[in-house]
């Protein structure tokens, strides 16, 4: 443990550096007696809110990047999207852990989680919003976490990744302007980038690093949903009551198509010429 107790700081400890044992005491079971399952149900979710944290802590760093703009900014954007990548599949990978519970042991203690979802993860959504899936009805959803509210709020009032994906190439001197409007000449603009990769090349990385964050987190979805259906099938939510009795996997389904940053997706129909 050299990183540890260094010179300078001789009481530090590895527990008291990632403070293990305040870690360790927050994994608290509702069911009476602890049903053998839920533990790990606790601990994957856990992990997961520690990941997103990162997530989004990384997602800032770009987007610092994108506003700077240079060919440094653009290539440092890329390497932290690369490790946003990296932690997305990882949280995929998590969820084969909660695959091997088996139904009836998830309903051993499932009706003691009502009416809570994953569906209230406050940094989910802000991850969301961050990246330029905002559904602002949601936001009721947090009321009651003060600073969850607050946090969501201010990300509705900045821009969004893809919007800060286009300032920076407009600061490059592509022609992307702003706004709906504009959004076929974002389109034209990726096709100069797409169409010629060897021209634009730190563009071109920069625009797939963006398009693998955007995939992975389709991914994360589709194993989500995978995931619910083999260990709840078509039953209703936990959550049913707070998100308005959406219908578990139909309504999760719904949400498969989501995309942060749309253009990324339009410009592949477009290059090349042809259907
Ligand atoms: C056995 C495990 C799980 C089951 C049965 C499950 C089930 C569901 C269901 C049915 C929904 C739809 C909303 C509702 O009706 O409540 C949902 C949404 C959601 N769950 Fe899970 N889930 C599980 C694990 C997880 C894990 C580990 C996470 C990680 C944080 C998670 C995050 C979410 C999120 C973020 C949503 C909202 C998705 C959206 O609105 O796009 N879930 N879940």
């Known amino acids: 443990m050299g990183y540890f107790g260094a010179a ?3 009481d530090l400890s590895y527990a008291s550096y990632l403070r293990v044992a305040e870690l360790l005491s927050q994994q608290r079971c509702v069911s009476e007696p602890a049903e053998h399952d839920e533990l790990q149900f606790i601990v994957v979710h856990q992990v997961f809110e520690l990941w997103f944290k990162l997530l989004l802590h990384e997602l800032d760093a770009v987007g610092v990047h994108l506003a700077g703009g240079s060919d440094e900014d653009v290539r440092e954007a890329e390497r932290l999207l690369g490790r946003v990548a990296a932690v997305e599949r990882v949280l995929q990978g998590s969820l084969h852990v909660l695959e091997t519970m088996r139904p009836i042991d998830f309903l051993r203690f ?13 940094q989910f959504r802000e991850l969301e919003f961050l990246a330029g899936i905002r559904d602002e ?3 009721p959803l947090v009321r009651g976490e003060a600073t969850a509210e607050a946090r969501l709020r201010r990300r509705l009032g900045e821009p969004s990744l893809g919007e800060r994906f286009f300032a920076c190439l407009r600061r490059r001197g592509f022609d992307a302007p702003e706004g709906e409007p504009g959004r076929g000449a974002r389109v034209a603009a990726l096709r100069r980038i797409y169409e010629e990769p060897s021209r634009f090349p730190l563009e071109y990385a920069l625009a797939e690093a963006l398009a693998e964050f955007d995939e992975q987190l389709t991914l994360w979805r589709q194993h989500h949903v995978a995931m619910v259906e083999r260990v709840i099938g078509g039953k209703i939510g936990t959550g049913a009551a707070v998100t308005g009795a959406r219908e578990g996997v139909r309504y999760l389904r719904t949400t498969l198509d989501r995309k942060a940053i749309p253009e990324l997706w339009e410009v592949r129909a477009t290059i090349g010429g042809g259907p």
Request: aromatic share 6%.
């Open 110 to 122: 499932r009706d003691r989680l009502k009416p809570a979802s994953g569906f209230q993860s406050a």
């Open 8 to 10: 300078g700081a001789p």
């Open 137 to 139: 009805t949601l936001l």
